[in-house]
């Protein structure tokens, strides 16, 4: 794609946003009108602005009407909130980020999108300045290890419950020649918890799957709205066998052909779409993997959870008021 379609597609993504913007809430030169308080800091509406632009030039479908509109919108204005305790936890706790490490990640950006020209382009398209840009990656950096530190550190997956695991999972169907199969799949969860009953989960996750009939991206839904641990990679969970997956999913991932999307599904977690992207065969010899996918699957639903649990605490003791608009 030339970079001039590219700029043109984008500022049609951007005048589609802005007039759902003004369908929705005040009008968009009002960027800078507080939507957020987080303790001390606050989220303005360019804030909510530029994010949901990223988000489009990403691949996003932009909303049909201003109910989708206001959904996709209150899920990056939550992002962005949980991202605020997420950085003031990690200055809380005293972690910092030297100038050459964000300086590398800098460099390692215009390597990527040389030449200087087309590193410029990519600041214009996510509207920032290189020093916006710094800080947005020494911002990441901080996430990442306040997440490493009070999340993936606290989580550990003992033999015993990787033995327990493997016994209870389900016995596959052998098939002649004794394979197994794997499916390519992709997974998009609605939670249920005291901020969101079930009802209103469930019409969620009614309207998303009627959007994924309309023809919109499963993965660029997931990516806004699953509170699964896989939301950032739109929500592909690589090669999974489906007997290792929850019960409730195991039946949708066992029999939809490619290219298929489940009806939604009701879990103990939430609420559920699953997508299949391919299938295959493995022999016995792959046999040794199996440990290593139930592993994975054990970590992550840990850290899902551990995570959840986590930004749960950060929202208690922190103040936050979300304006009404």
């Given at each position: 794609?030339?970079?001039?379609?590219?700029?043109?597609?984008?500022?049609?993504?951007?005048?589609?946003?802005?007039?759902?913007?003004?369908?929705?809430?005040?009008?968009?030169?009002a960027g800078n009108r507080i939507v957020a308080v987080v303790n001390e800091e606050i989220i303005t509406e360019w804030d909510v602005h530029v994010r949901?632009?990223?988000?489009?030039?990403?691949?996003?479908?932009?909303?049909?009407?201003?109910?989708?509109?206001?959904?996709?919108?209150?899920?990056?204005?939550?992002?962005?909130?949980?991202?605020?305790?997420?950085?003031?936890?990690?200055?809380?706790?005293?972690?910092?980020?030297?100038?050459?490490?964000?300086?590398?990640?800098?460099?390692?950006?215009?390597?990527?999108?040389?030449?200087?020209?087309?590193f410029e382009q990519m600041l214009r398209e996510a509207q920032l300045t290189e020093e916006q840009l710094k800080?947005?990656?020494?911002?990441?950096?901080?996430?990442?290890?306040?997440?490493?530190?009070?999340?993936?550190?606290?989580?550990?997956?003992?033999?015993?419950?990787?033995?327990?695991?493997?016994?209870?999972?389900?016995?596959?169907?052998?098939?002649?020649?004794?394979?197994?199969?794997?499916?390519?799949?992709?997974?998009?969860?609605?939670?249920?918890?005291?901020?969101?009953?079930?009802?209103?989960?469930?019409?969620?996750?009614?309207?998303?799957?009627?959007?994924?009939?309309?023809?919109?991206?499963?993965?660029?839904?997931?990516?806004?709205?699953?509170?699964?641990?896989?939301?950032?990679?739109?929500?592909?969970?690589?090669?999974?066998?489906?007997?290792?997956?929850?019960?409730?999913?195991?039946?949708?991932?066992?029999?939809?052909?490619?290219?298929?999307?489940?009806?939604?599904?009701?879990?103990?977690?939430?609420?559920?779409?699953?997508?299949?992207?391919?299938?295959?065969?493995?022999?016995?010899?792959?046999?040794?993997?199996?440990?290593?996918?139930?592993?994975?699957?054990?970590?992550?639903?840990?850290?899902?959870?551990?995570?959840?649990?986590?930004?749960?605490?950060?929202?208690?003791?922190?103040?936050?008021?979300?304006?009404?608009?």
């Open positions: 794609m030339s970079a001039l379609t590219k700029n043109v597609q984008w500022i049609a993504s951007s005048m589609l946003l802005c007039a759902v913007c003004c369908v929705l809430c005040a009008p968009c030169e949901m632009s990223a988000l489009l030039e990403d691949g996003e479908v932009p909303p049909a009407d201003p109910e989708q509109a206001s959904a996709f919108r209150q899920a990056v204005l939550d992002r962005l909130v949980e991202e605020r305790l997420i950085i003031q936890e990690a200055k809380r706790l005293g972690l910092t980020v030297e100038p050459e490490e964000v300086a590398e990640r800098v460099q390692a950006l215009r390597r990527e999108f040389a030449p200087k020209e087309r800080t947005k990656l020494r911002e990441q950096l901080l996430m990442q290890r306040a997440i490493d530190g009070q999340v993936r550190a606290t989580i550990t997956v003992s033999p015993a419950e990787l033995q327990q695991a493997r016994a209870s999972a389900p016995p596959a169907e052998a098939s002649p020649s004794h394979d197994k199969e794997e499916v390519l799949a992709a997974h998009l969860l609605i939670r249920v918890s005291e901020e969101r009953p079930v009802e209103e989960a469930r019409q969620l996750i009614d309207q998303l799957a009627q959007r994924l009939l309309a023809g919109e991206a499963f993965e660029s839904l997931a990516r806004v709205y699953s509170e699964g641990p896989h939301a950032e990679e739109g929500g592909r969970l690589g090669w999974v066998k489906p007997e290792e997956m929850l019960p409730e999913l195991a039946a949708a991932l066992s029999t939809l052909p490619p290219g298929q999307i489940s009806k939604p599904i009701q879990s103990a977690l939430g609420f559920h779409l699953v997508k299949v992207l391919d299938r295959r065969q493995t022999s016995p010899e792959d046999s040794p993997d199996d440990q290593e996918a139930v592993h994975r699957r054990l970590y992550q639903q840990k850290f899902s959870g551990a995570m959840r649990a986590w930004l749960h605490t950060l929202k208690r003791g922190a103040y936050i008021q979300v304006m009404d608009e």
